[in-house]
T-cell receptor, first 113, second 115 residues
């Protein structure tokens, strides 16, 4: 499975933008980039996903490098409720790992008031 | 929609006892996943079903673990006999399908403690 590398932790202030980086230098051409987050004492929840183009939804934006070897999850205005572990995951669209979500260690985001 | 429902939310049992965790997926979803989360190993996929059929159980740790999905609205994960190292939070998730773009919706988890 292609691997992702994320910083162990990041900090932000409330109402400021947050850029969460993810490196995935071994990504294959058909792997989708997904982001999930896990709030304290809850199950993971979907944030956003993309393949090649940048994506926006109500929760966040996903910026994907042109060579697809890295991506950045952007929270435009962090709130205290955004404090969570953020997971960057590559999902294969074929082969034995088809569709699997393989969670790494993620980035612990702390948001200060 | 009520989301994915798991029961019990907390389970404390003694080593050697049988433990059964239950999951009700979101109505209409055809894929169901069981995960385990520990501090040491993080979130691991144990098994997943498509249309009630087990597709990949390569993550099931050993024969003490078994999972069933008798119908589209119910699944169980059973541990018999349980051991202290099975202590973890067990999550169930469901999705419309199991493809690379299908969002998985997770339940609140069952926190299992084996004494």
């Amino acid at each position: 499975d292609a691997k992702t590398t994320q910083p162990n932790s990041m900090e932000s202030n409330e109402e400021e933008p947050v850029h969460l980086p993810c490196n995935h230098s071994t990504i294959s051409g058909t792997d989708y980039i997904h982001w999930y987050r896990q709030l304290p004492s809850q199950g993971p929840e979907y944030v956003i996903h993309g393949l090649t183009s940048n994506v926006n939804n109500r929760m966040a934006s996903l910026a994907i490098a042109e060579d697809r070897k890295s991506s950045t999850l952007i929270l435009h205005r962090a709130t205290l409720r955004d404090a969570a572990v953020y997971y960057c995951i590559l999902r294969a669209s074929g082969g034995t790992s088809y569709g699997k979500l393989t969670f790494g260690q993620g980035t612990i985001l702390t948001v200060h008031p | 929609d009520a989301g994915v429902i798991q029961s019990p939310r907390h389970e404390v049992t003694e080593m050697g006892q049988e433990v059964t965790l239950r999951c009700k997926p979101i109505s209409g979803h055809n894929s169901l996943f069981w995960y385990r989360q520990t501090m040491m190993r993080g979130l691991e996929l144990l098994i997943y079903f498509n249309n009630n059929v087990p597709i990949d159980d390569s993550g099931m740790p050993e024969d003490r673990f078994s999972a069933k999905m008798p119908n589209a609205s119910f699944s169980t994960l059973k541990i018999q006999p349980s051991e202290p190292r099975d202590s973890a939070v067990y999550f169930c998730a469901s999705s419309l399908r199991s493809g690379a773009t299908d969002t998985q919706y997770f339940g609140p988890g069952t926190r299992l403690t084996v004494l």
